[in-house]
């Protein structure tokens, strides 16, 4: 029972320091983000199973770990306000080609992040290209163009 508790107590736990974190930490791991995850997950490690390394108590939290996540997603389905704490909503950052500064700030996130995923995804050049760009749930930054007949 001690490991079921743990379990549940860190992965609480993670969501709320992730969710702390902010979505663009999850969106795409710099070398800094990969060492940081990996730490972090040896110490989860330690603190999941504590002096009990059996397989027994290793299939346990395992278990009781995709029964939490299971369970968080079923909860998502049947309540928005759920869904929403938990994965957040989309934010509009870039709105017809001027930046949002605020929401810019919040999410933790430059022009230049903006800009890379604007070339990327859309070939994009400049800012005043961009009808919207939207960080998304999973922390991906989407880009509109602003339509070339308009104006």
Excluded: C
């Amino acid at each position: 029972m001690d490991s079921v508790l743990r379990a549940l107590a860190m992965y609480l736990a993670l969501m709320v320091l992730f969710k702390i974190a902010g979505r663009r930490s999850l969106a795409e791991l710099t070398t800094f983000d990969f060492v940081l995850l990996m730490i972090i997950g040896e110490a989860t490690q330690q603190a999941l199973l504590g002096d009990d390394f059996s397989l027994t108590n290793s299939f346990l939290v395992i278990i009781t770990l995709i029964a939490i996540d299971v369970g968080f997603s079923l909860l998502k389905q049947r309540s928005g306000w759920v869904s929403r704490l938990i994965d957040g909503e989309p934010t509009i950052i870039v709105e017809n080609g001027k930046l949002l500064h605020r929401r810019l700030r919040h999410a933790r996130l430059v022009e230049a992040d903006v800009m890379e995923a604007a070339r990327s995804s859309q070939g994009i050049e400049t800012l005043e290209q961009i009808k919207f760009a939207i960080i998304e749930r999973n922390g991906k930054i989407s880009v509109i163009p602003q339509d070339p007949h308009s104006g």
